[in-house]
């Protein structure tokens, strides 16, 4: 049995519904999911009933980030840390987020493994599930601060984030939203 999947839309971001205004791409047309001929006549009828939809937003392409690190005064504003043992590859939130977030983990991971997972050319399967896991547990206030405390910059997380698969995710709801779209003056400028 197949089942078609429907478009993404983001219901909370008008100006990236649709494509409009150049602020998104628009996505590819998504091809129908195969669920093979071995489901019961109940899930028969709720797929005929409900149509899919992912989840999560795609996030924007990497060049739509700016790389610039948060000014002091973006710092100051969040009262982030500037001690060297709370930021970059010690950020504070990152440390706090996978505290939380990762406490069954055989090996728990870092915020210097964060660092060096959002650097990786080529991502190992730890590092790509160190960042799908701050990609869907990190709050929006943890992604700003994590930026504050010079663990990444927007570009180089979207960048990270794209190589390693994981453009649709959680995050890509806030971090779209700190996208400079065409014609706008960027953070770099």
């Known amino acids: 049995m197949e089942i078609k999947q429907h478009d993404y839309i983001d219901w909370n971001s008008p100006g990236t519904m649709f494509p409009l205004r150049g602020e998104r791409p628009g996505e590819a047309p998504l091809g129908d999911i195969d669920l093979g001929d071995d489901l019961s006549p109940e899930m028969v009828a709720l797929t ?51 505290g939380r977030s990762c406490s069954g983990w055989r090996r728990q991971p870092t915020a210097e493994e964060f660092y060096e997972a959002v650097r990786a050319a080529a991502p190992t399967e730890r590092q790509r599930a160190i960042l799908d896991t701050w990609a869907t547990e990190a709050e929006w206030e943890e992604l700003l601060a994590a930026w504050t405390e010079h663990a990444y910059t927007f570009r180089g997380l979207a960048t990270a ?10 995050a890509a709801a806030a971090l779209n939203r700190w996208a400079i779209y065409p014609g706008q003056p960027g953070i770099d400028d």
């Open 48 to 98: 005929k009933r409900t149509a899919y939809r992912p989840s999560d937003p795609e996030l924007l392409p990497a060049e739509r980030f700016s790389d610039a690190p948060a000014p002091a005064w973006q710092r100051r504003m969040i009262d982030a840390p500037t001690r060297p043992e709370e930021t970059r590859e010690r950020s504070r939130s990152v440390a706090l987020r996978f």
């Open 161 to 170: 984030l794209h190589r390693a698969g994981l453009s649709r995710c959680p």
